[in-house]
């Protein structure tokens, strides 16, 4: 691996540039400074370029947490037709904008590709129409058309293309496939044939900013946990239609394809079959003989009581994973959630109703609609004058169709240790109910 591929070092003072578009290339970099930042393109294949934008300090995407940043992926492909593919958040338009200035004008550009259209995608496709005003932008028929038309006005002219079909830019001819509802209606993917590169927009994207562009020049393991923790809280209500990314990598062939090229994240080259066969697992809902206790607890009782069933598991020589809602967000739950085969639900009663914690941590799971049905759900608390915050959360796991083989386990005021024992002694019949599933 060329470390210069990697690594770049460059140190300027800014007040000495005469120029703003100086261009230094190192490697298979190509650098402009802009704004006294050194803004690299990289060649991720001969004449396929990384021209997208990094947010290191974004800490927040739809209501769950991005700790290691966002990227918005776009690339540009220079060929008989210039075509750029995905565009970038609109705050972050000139940041697209220079690094396609290190490659060539950005006038020249022929071909727009939008492969979905929401806005951190989609954003910044006024300003690239302002400076290619002849380019040919192409987006999924009808929806991906209606949507850009609804956002950026009814004068733009866009062509709609369904699956199979085809478009040459010269040496390439790029074939797009619907995926729709990965995440949204207009959704889908681009291949080069020429390339052999996927390019996957939110199919196989993980939330992380990172100076390097593919996973096997990153930290392997923290790209993985970044995927699965999109796909939790990204994906995972489109299980069933995200199967058809999967499809439509296995349909093009795994040896026909040298790089998965996601709009969020690094690229997949390495690794490919690792991140195909994790898809497979997710949307097909399998389960993993392990558990989740989650709660929040007023004055100890309720977490006294998910200590024990976190015994209890692990006498039962099953894996669990016990959080509280006070110090984690639920977007980390989710991460561990989805393939936990059993799932405890803990609150006290609060105003005649469950912790607000836990309140928002069930809404926020059911609004991602995962499949339950083979999932062991339980549910937990104390209480002072009536359980009623326990049995919120009992109505909640079976209104989200989780199998429910005990009644709520309240406890009023402090738990004993009989009481705790008890609460432990459930688990065995948790796991045995868990066995006839």
Request: aromatic letters at 10%; proline letters at 4%; a negative charge.
């Amino acid at each position: 691996m060329n470390l210069g591929c990697r690594f770049l070092g460059i140190f300027l003072k800014t007040n000495h540039l005469t120029e703003l578009n100086a261009i230094l290339v190192v490697s298979n970099f190509r650098t402009v400074v802009f704004g006294g930042r050194m803004l690299s393109s990289v060649e991720i294949k001969p004449d396929v370029y990384f021209v997208g934008a990094l947010d290191w300090n974004a800490r927040e995407f739809h209501g769950y947490t991005t700790e290691q940043g966002i990227t918005y992926n776009a690339y540009l492909i220079l060929d008989e037709k210039i075509t750029l593919i995905d565009t970038v958040k609109r705050p972050f338009s000139e940041e697209l904008v220079e690094r396609i200035k290190s490659i060539i004008d950005p006038a020249k550009i022929d071909v727009l590709i939008c492969n979905h259209i929401e806005m951190d995608h989609s954003g910044s496709v006024p300003r690239i129409l302002e400076l290619a005003p002849n380019a040919e932008v192409y987006a999924s028929a009808p929806q991906g058309v209606k949507e850009l038309k609804a956002f950026y006005g009814e004068n733009i002219n866009v062509n709609g293309v369904k699956t199979g079909d085809t478009l040459n830019i010269g040496k390439r001819t790029l074939t797009f496939v619907q995926t729709p509802m990965v995440h949204w209606p207009d959704n889908m993917v681009t291949y080069s044939d020429y390339d052999k590169i996927l390019f996957s927009n939110d199919a196989f994207g993980q939330h992380y900013a990172s100076s390097t562009r593919f996973e096997d020049e990153s930290d392997y393991c923290e790209v993985m946990k970044q995927a699965r923790k999109y796909y939790a809280n990204i994906v995972l209500p489109y299980g069933r239609q995200a199967d058809s990314a999967v499809t439509a990598v296995k349909g093009i062939g795994l040896e026909n394809i040298d790089i998965i090229a996601p709009a969020h994240g690094v690229a997949w080259r390495s690794h490919i079959a690792d991140i195909i066969s994790k898809y497979e697992e997710w949307t097909s809902g399998k389960l993993e003989e392990k558990a989740l206790v989650v709660y929040d607890s007023m004055w100890g009782s309720t977490d006294k009581m998910a200590h024990a069933l976190l015994d209890g598991f692990l006498a039962e020589g099953i894996p669990v994973q016990l959080i509280d809602l006070k110090e984690t967000h639920i977007s980390d739950v989710m991460y561990h959630f989805l393939d936990s085969k059993y799932v405890c639900v803990g609150s006290p009663t609060l105003n005649s109703k469950f912790l607000p914690t836990v309140s928002s941590f069930l809404t926020y799971m059911t609004g991602l609609s995962p499949k339950n049905d083979h999932r062991i759900g339980f549910a937990f608390g104390s209480y002072g004058w009536a359980p009623l915050g326990p049995k919120m959360v009992q109505a909640e796991l079976e209104a989200a169709e989780f199998t429910m083989p005990l009644p709520v386990h309240a406890i009023g005021w402090i738990p004993s240790d009989e009481d705790l024992d008890a609460v432990r002694a459930q688990v065995k019949d948790l796991v045995e109910a868990g066995k006839q599933l």
